[in-house]
């Protein structure tokens, strides 16, 4: 028969539940000197820290604050090279126009597998020391069935969230022929793709695929059993929001540029809104108005887009005070979308949240409260992280 190993964290100044019926019943269900057990790889118990059962170990955790792991649920780390040049000249007020995502689709397609999987945990580990324990990744810098296919067979080895991405743009060796691209990516390179992936994604921008070539890429995915994701509204106002919620889509990604039928559709439907504060703050572009799509009735999750031309950040930390300061979020529902609404996006039950059958995934913080996270701004304030029970950090 095995058997697991508890510990109890004890002492807990705040901690976050993600769960309204406990504690204080707002949705961040805080509870105050708390204590949370761990069995094995899942959370055992929540509550009172004078109230928590014996355990085979226990942690103080001296009056610090505890809140779920985050959870990315958009990102773009299966690549190779760098675009300094390209951040530094946009930041100068310089125009560059030196292949933008061409350029990393060069460099990917000439590094190796190990270069790549290296680069996969050097930020997977990165982003871990900075308290995210979900990380979904996309491919989309490969644009051939060869390196599409790479790239997720790559990702696969570091997460279950892979998401395939081969319509990100258009592959400069169909520069004249989008329409066989299309065919491509929704034939031979979707075969050679399927197995690795659990997602599809599209970019739907003016630039990239309008709503019919978007449609068929998702349908085509879905029909292989990948669920849609979709990049939507970021440069522009456009179809992708409509089109992600038709389609069910788990969520729509950027939603920058919305109208009031996008709201009324996200507010109707279970698409998430994914927000993407790096890429504004990286590309100096507007913010999305979260205060509007919240008001809408719409779930919202924050991610980082982490990718090495639009937000080369891997800071769930920074992201949330990038929202609190600059997208109208309060603290809690900054913290609520950066947990439970990437959860939500990745249509998990097992993280985001910190209630008995839930993966324990948790992070201490090195503050009292989780409103540290916008209150001091670019300060390390990860004490330790919990990744499916085993202290990680």
């Known amino acids: 028969m095995t058997t697991t190993t508890t510990t109890a964290i004890t002492h807990i100044a705040n901690l976050v539940t993600n769960d309204p019926s406990l504690g204080d019943g707002t949705p961040l269900g805080l509870i105050q000197d708390a204590a949370v057990v761990i069995d094995g790889d899942r959370i055992a118990w929540t509550g009172e820290s004078s109230k928590a059962p014996a355990t085979d170990n226990a942690v103080d955790a001296g009056g610090r604050a505890v809140i779920p792991g985050f959870v990315d649920s958009h990102s773009h780390l299966v690549f190779a090279g760098d675009r300094t040049a390209e951040f ?5 007020g310089r125009p560059y126009s030196a292949g ?3 350029t990393t689709v060069a460099a990917t397609r000439a ?3 190990e270069e790549l999987s290296a680069n996969v945990a050097r930020y997977l580990a990165e982003a871990l020391r900075q308290g995210t324990t979900t990380f979904e990744t996309k491919s989309g810098y490969g644009l051939s069935v060869e390196d599409e296919a790479r790239a997720l067979r790559i990702a696969a080895t570091h997460t279950d969230e892979v998401t395939f991405l081969g319509a ?3 592959s400069p060796d169909y520069a004249d022929d989008p329409a066989g691209y299309v065919d491509l990516v929704t034939g031979p390179m979707l075969d050679a793709c399927a197995p690795y992936a659990r997602w599809i994604d599209v970019f739907c921008e003016r630039g990239a695929f309008d709503e019919d070539q978007a449609r068929t890429i998702l349908t085509a995915g879905a029909a292989r059993g990948l669920h849609p994701r979709v990049h939507a509204n ?3 106002h456009g179809p992708g929001v409509r089109l992600a919620v038709e389609l069910d889509a788990a969520s729509a990604d950027h939603c920058t540029h919305l109208d009031d039928a996008d709201l009324d559709a996200l507010g109707q439907g279970r698409t998430v809104a994914t927000l993407l504060p790096g890429a504004e703050f990286s590309t100096r572009a507007q913010w999305p108005d979260a205060r509007r799509i919240l008001g809408a009735g719409a779930t919202v999750a924050l991610s980082t887009d982490c990718n090495p031309g639009s937000s080369f950040t891997s800071s769930m930390p ?4 990038l929202a609190v300061r600059d997208m109208g979020m309060t603290p809690d529902e900054a913290l609520w979308s950066a947990t439970a609404g990437g959860a939500a996006a990745l249509r998990r039950t097992d993280v985001g949240r910190l209630t008995p059958g839930a993966r324990a995934d948790l992070v201490m913080l090195d503050a009292p409260s989780h409103v540290h996270l916008a209150y ?3 300060v390390p304030l990860v004490r330790a992280v919990w990744r499916a029970g085993e202290r990680a950090l």
């Open 111 to 113: 590094a190796s597998d």
């Open 100 to 102: 933008g995502i061409r």
């Open 234 to 236: 970021q440069l522009g």
């Open 318 to 321: 920074f992201c949330i005070a």
């Open 88 to 92: 530094n000249a946009r930041m100068s």
């Open 376 to 378: 001091r701004p670019g």
């Open 168 to 170: 990100h743009i258009v």
